[in-house]
């Protein structure tokens, strides 16, 4: 079993920077990939970020450029830097981690990102 704890969201002006973590706990060993997803009331969970135990990383295409994730191996924990905010990067992002044998996926609680024009 994997535990996921996020911090870091909270309410910004656009322009502005925040910066969220995920710590993980437990059967850690077994995980590969750790990412963030975003949610919006009425839409389809969208990936922002992952990247994997060997620092190989992906975004989506609008967050390219303003948003880095990061790993630290050692403190088990990914961090999602995100700069130049936009209004509709406003969200509930959530921390994810891919264990893949077998191949499940380990979910964060969630931490709101509002982002104020």
């Known amino acids: 079993q994997v535990q996921l704890v996020e911090s870091g969201g909270g309410l910004v002006q656009a322009g502005g920077s925040l910066r969220l973590s995920c710590a993980a706990s437990?059967?850690?060993?077994?995980?590969?990939?750790m990412g963030w997803y975003r949610q919006t009331p009425g839409k389809q969970r969208e990936l922002v970020a992952v990247?994997?135990?060997?620092?190989?990383?992906n975004y989506a295409d609008s967050v390219k450029g303003r948003f880095t994730i990061s790993r630290d191996n050692a403190k088990n924990t990914v961090y999602l830097q995100m700069n130049s905010l936009k209004p509709e990067d406003t969200a509930v992002y959530s921390c994810?981690?891919?264990?893949?044998?077998?191949?499940?996926?380990?979910w964060g609680q969630g931490t709101q990102v509002t982002v104020s024009s």
């Open positions: 994810h981690a891919d264990r893949p044998v077998p191949p499940y996926r380990y």
């Open positions: 437990g059967s850690i060993f077994r995980i590969n990939a």
């Open positions: 990247i994997t135990r060997d620092g190989v990383t």
